[in-house]
């Protein structure tokens, strides 16, 4: 199962991702968005991962992110089926915030982080790994953002729950993969990472 760390569909998600992410930047930051998924990638190249999941990890944030650039979530979805397969488009979808729940209800957004952390639970191994290096990317993100600031309001700012809930998301979403048995290397670098972040937000 071992990613040399590169493949053919690995630069072609690449490119795709880098289309729909075109002219987004990294929440509070100049940074090109492309840096996330691409830095995601790195983590699960890091642990192993397969072609398929690298791939996912990727495209993990182009349907929750990019409806209404002249794509509708369903254009997305048969765009990433159709190009990357059914496995990479299920691995996405299990990551994906939803808006709406089963039956059709809009989701505020606290009832989405709910819905996201309830779907966790059968989410497969492959959506679960994705989780956890999206989080260990964007709390790494938030803490090396806070070492360097002398005003760390700046960055906690950036973020709709703030201090203490950007700090407390991160943990719950270990706490939470952890509850449903997920038990992977990678969890020992998301606890780290994410008991930092809450450490820091007091």
């Known amino acids: 199962m071992t990613v040399t760390g590169y493949s053919d569909a690995i630069n072609h998600a690449l490119a795709f991702?880098?289309?729909?992410?075109d002219r987004q930047v990294r929440k509070g930051t100049k940074l090109p968005y492309l840096t996330h998924p691409a830095n995601v990638a790195l983590i699960l190249t890091r642990y192993?991962?397969?072609?398929?999941?690298?791939?996912?990890?990727?495209?993990?944030d182009v349907i929750e992110d990019c409806v209404g650039e002249g794509y509708t979530r369903e254009m997305l979805?048969?765009?990433i089926g159709d190009k990357f397969g059914s496995r990479v488009l299920d691995t996405v979808l299990a990551v994906t915030y939803r808006k709406v729940d089963d039956d059709g209800v809009d989701l505020s957004g606290e009832d989405r982080k709910s819905d996201y952390l309830e779907r966790l639970e059968g989410a497969s191994e492959e959506a679960r790994w994705v989780c956890a290096a999206d989080k260990i990317h964007n709390a790494s993100s938030i803490v090396a953002d806070l070492r360097r600031t002398v005003d760390a309001e700046t960055i906690w700012g950036r973020f709709g729950g703030g201090r203490a809930g950007t700090g407390r998301w991160y943990r719950q979403v270990y706490e939470r993969l952890r509850d449903v048995g997920f038990d992977a290397p990678i969890m020992a670098e998301l606890d780290k990472t994410s008991a930092e972040l809450q450490e820091l937000a007091g």
Do not use: S
């Not at 192993?48 to 993990?60: E, F, K, M, P, S």
């Open 48 to 60: 192993d991962r397969d072609n398929d999941t690298v791939v996912a990890g990727i495209l993990h």
């Open 17 to 21: 991702a880098a289309k729909h992410h």
């Open 77 to 79: 979805e048969q765009r």
